[in-house]
């Protein structure tokens, strides 16, 4: 292995890459649960980890065999064959769904699974028209662009796909006036991730789900963050609400790429066969990287364990009682505090502190941390947190 030091790292890449990213100030080189080391050797608390992508932590020792072993049959099978670790991992997945969603599309990222929703929604319908949430994330690539109203996402690469519109998160009224008999899908999250970590009001999936049925249009629901990581396999299921798509990327392999579009068989058999590809989706590697942490979620109890964590979790920070706090909200593990100032100092003083953590927006904090946090953790968190928001008001 090569050694470097932080500034022979960060030079190489500096010089080397599109310059798409605010980086930051440190080199990542090792993890193990929920702990970061640096090139200096500093540790970190991962309340992030890799945007939600390490749902298990790091280094975790059955997805690392599993990798480790299948690397050593067979990395690339294209889906025109069969393959037996798929094969077994489909068998798992769909085992979490209801029959409904029994179908499935394999790519390698959250932005893939939403394309390939948006195109199977307009194919099957016949249909053009989207509809999306504001504040919604749904990915770069054109189409998940198209129903990513951010403009700083956006501004760049106009004009986007024709037929897509948005509206407000939770306005019932304001999407059933939306719908109109040319729209083939709504989309949406059942909590918005980089939107800022805002669950559905209550009702308003359900009501969705109506409206997209009394007008013959499908629903998506976006859970490439959420999946896994609420408390429950999906977040849809605190809500009953079934979707006609099922989105899903990040932490289902905790850290190879793979993305899954779930739908119907009705859905599937219906669309035109060699219309949509991807080369690498559900090669054996990340089958078997997925295969491992659904063995490890219920192996370990982790869906319960991570509902306790996350209720611990609001908990403490809601009760921080900082004048610098508007609001402290979520889900399971997707977890926000929402600041009357710019998040940023406090994400630079998060990490000098040993804490890695996220923004989800100009004044919110984000917190996905890997299923396997304790309480300990947390405590360390909401203690640095209050000392800092502490020395910030008496400065």
């Known amino acids: 292995m090569i050694e470097q030091e932080a500034a022979q790292i960060q030079a190489s890449e500096d010089t080397a890459v599109v310059p798409m990213y605010t980086k930051r100030d440190i080199a990542l080189v090792r993890g193990d649960g929920y702990h970061l080391w640096d090139s200096d050797g500093k540790r970190y608390l991962d309340f992030a980890s890799n945007y939600g992508v390490n749902i298990l932590g790091h280094a975790?020792?059955?997805?690392t065999a599993a990798i480790t072993e299948q690397a050593g049959k067979l990395i690339s099978c294209h889906q025109s064959f069969y393959n037996d670790v798929r094969?077994?991992?489909?068998?798992?997945?769909?085992?979490?769904?209801?029959?409904?969603?029994?179908?499935?599309?394999?790519?390698?990222?959250?932005?893939?699974s939403v394309e390939a929703?948006?195109?199977?929604?307009?194919?099957?319908?016949?249909?053009?028209d989207v509809v999306s949430a504001r504040r919604g994330y749904h990915g770069r690539t054109y189409g998940a662009l198209s129903a990513t109203p951010?403009?700083?996402?956006?501004?760049?690469?106009?004009?986007?796909?024709?037929?897509?519109?948005s509206v407000a998160f939770g306005d019932t009224d304001a999407l059933a006036a939306a719908i109109t008999p040319e729209t083939a899908a709504v989309i949406l999250e059942p909590v918005q991730g980089e939107g800022g970590v805002h669950p559905a009001p209550e009702g308003y999936l359900q009501a969705a789900r109506t409206l997209t049925q009394e007008h013959g249009t499908m629903l998506i629901l976006d859970e490439v963050q959420t999946g896994f990581r609420t408390g429950r396999w999906f977040a849809w299921q605190h809500s009953g609400v079934l979707a006609d798509f099922l989105c899903l990327s990040k932490g289902i392999a905790n850290g190879v790429p793979m993305g899954v579009t779930l739908t119907s068989a009705e859905i599937a058999t219906s669309l035109p066969a060699g219309s949509h590809g991807n080369t690498f989706g559900g090669n054996p590697l990340a089958a078997a990287a997925a295969l491992a942490v659904i063995d490890e979620i219920e192996s370990r109890d982790l869906l319960a364990h991570?509902?306790?964590?996350?209720?611990?979790?609001?908990?403490?920070?809601?009760?921080?009682q900082q004048p610098g706090i508007r609001e402290v909200r979520g889900l399971g593990l997707m977890v926000a505090v929402d600041l009357r100032e710019r998040a940023t100092r406090y994400l630079r003083a998060l990490q000098d502190q040993g804490i890695i953590a996220l923004s989800a927006g100009p004044t919110t904090l984000r917190f996905l941390p890997p299923l396997v946090i304790d309480r300990e953790a947390i405590d360390t968190l909401a203690d640095i947190l209050d000392t800092l928001l502490t020395q910030r008001s008496q400065s």
């Open 60 to 63: 975790n020792p059955a997805v």
């Open 87 to 112: 094969a077994a991992y489909l068998n798992r997945l769909t085992g979490l769904v209801p029959v409904e969603l029994h179908r499935a599309f394999f790519s390698n990222s959250g932005a893939e």
């Open 117 to 128: 929703a948006l195109k199977f929604a307009r194919a099957a319908s016949g249909k053009t």
């Open 150 to 165: 951010e403009k700083k996402y956006r501004e760049p690469y106009l004009p986007v796909l024709e037929g897509f519109t």
């Open 306 to 320: 991570s509902a306790e964590m996350g209720a611990y979790m609001l908990q403490r920070l809601r009760g921080l």
